[in-house]
């Protein structure tokens, strides 16, 4: 039903930046917790950043410092604003949004096809 589309990887060097959007459709956006998750192992995701819908927010501490989550209500999107960006930052990035029946992060429920980010010289 609901549906998420990540988008703005890309290769960069060492130091520099990207920033990863999510959009939603088939859920009013807003009222709902989002979180960007990376891709560590074959099966395990690792939490990011994420933003409640009262707009407080939560960071790994690997990214606490250069990473920024935010989210425009009004386009129905979450964006991801990653600086001084590491080698170990390369990763597949997915947005994930809380439902009515499934917390954030379960793999029941709604997840994007992911954006590659490559860190690398």
């Known amino acids: 039903q609901v549906q998420l589309v990540e988008s703005g990887g890309g290769l960069v060097q060492p130091g520099g930046s990207l920033r990863l959007s999510c959009a939603a459709s088939g859920t009013i956006f807003s009222i709902y917790a989002v979180g960007w998750y990376r891709q560590v192992s074959e099966n395990q995701r690792e939490l990011v950043a994420a933003i409640s819908s009262g707009g407080n927010t939560n960071y790994a501490d690997s990214v606490k410092g250069r990473f920024t989550i935010s989210r425009d209500n009004a386009k129905n999107t979450v964006s991801l604003q990653m600086n001084s960006l590491k080698p170990e930052d390369t990763a597949v990035y997915y947005c994930?949004?809380?439902?009515?029946?499934?917390?954030?992060?379960?793999?029941?429920?709604?997840w994007g096809q992911g954006t590659q980010v490559t860190v690398s010289s």
């Open positions: 994930n949004a809380e439902t009515p029946e499934y917390g954030l992060g379960s793999a029941r429920g709604s």
